[in-house]
């Protein structure tokens, strides 16, 4: 009687195991299906790496929580049961764990907002560098003297986001002490045309240099111009124009300085022709 009942329970599990490998099979198929669609959706449509892999993975394992659902409901579990089992798991795990799921949420909402990528050059509280990695838990970033930075996602979510390149080009500004007997017109030409033959500095927006302070020492000359949004560009660029305009400036002085040397040696030679023409006069007389 027991040997009958254990193959009359095997006949009556067959149906609900067969089942259960036919749903398995099929949301195998459908799991594979939806992770191809969306590998080739957002490569088509341009996602960021990181945003990419975590809609494929939620694809493939969204269809499998699915699947799982249904085979444990083939095999005569109550997926009620089930569901509200999970619920609670959850709950509790949230609760327990609710600043590594906030980060996890938070890395989930900066994929999807796309404000940055990999690559860009982002300053995040009192760090700046360049973002190497979106995780779903933390941002990791680059310093420019080559330290590695590791942010968790809720800081980066709640706290203020400077992206250096989010925009083609930065403006860069410097200002320089001119004395108050300098020409001004002719100073703010000369560092113009400085800053514009200089290489790296985009022609729009233009180049410009304005008066910004007149003190007792000094009259401040403020000068703006554009570069590429990258450091290095942004870095070296403006070194090489205050460079530039040094030199400039230096080249004026001379040229002026030889200029005056030049008219007093001409004053000074009219003056001694003037004295030698007086001399026979004077003789004669």
């Not at 009556?12 to 099979?25: D, M």
């Not at 594979?32 to 993975?57: E, Y």
Request: charged residues 25%.
């Amino acid at each position: 009687n027991s040997l009958r009942g254990l193959v009359n329970s095997f006949l009556g599990w067959l149906p609900r195991v067969f089942a259960a490998g036919l749903l398995f099979g099929v949301f195998y198929l459908m799991a594979k299906w939806a992770q191809i669609a969306a590998r080739s959706g957002t490569k088509r449509f341009g996602f960021d790496p990181n945003l990419r892999a975590l809609i494929v993975a939620l694809s493939f394992y969204g269809v499998w929580f699915v699947g799982t659902l249904a085979i444990l409901s083939a095999l005569g579990f109550d997926s009620s049961s089930l569901v509200a089992a999970i619920g609670v798991s959850g709950f509790v795990l949230g609760f327990a764990f609710k600043d590594i799921l906030s980060h996890f949420l938070a890395g989930i909402l900066l994929l999807m907002s796309g404000k940055f990528r990999i690559g860009d050059q982002i300053v995040v509280k009192e760090f700046e560098g360049t973002v190497e990695r979106i995780e779903l838990r933390a941002l990791e970033l680059r310093t420019y003297d080559n330290r590695l930075v590791i942010i968790p996602n809720g800081d980066v979510f709640s706290a203020p986001i400077t992206s250096n390149t989010a925009s083609s080009h930065r403006r860069r500004t410097f200002t320089v002490p001119v004395p108050h007997e300098y020409d001004i017109v002719a100073t703010c030409r000369i560092m113009t045309d400085a800053i514009k033959k200089t290489p790296g500095v985009l022609e729009n927006p233009d180049v410009d240099v304005v008066v910004e302070e007149i003190t007792k020492e000094a009259v401040l000359l403020r000068a703006r111009f554009s570069t590429h949004s990258a450091r290095t560009d942004f870095v070296h660029v403006g070194s090489e124009c205050m460079k530039n305009v040094k030199v400039a400036f230096d080249k004026a002085l001379a040229e002026k300085k030889q200029k005056e040397e030049k008219e007093e040696n001409e004053k000074q030679e009219a003056q001694a022709a003037v004295s030698q023409a007086e001399e026979p006069q004077s003789v004669a007389g």
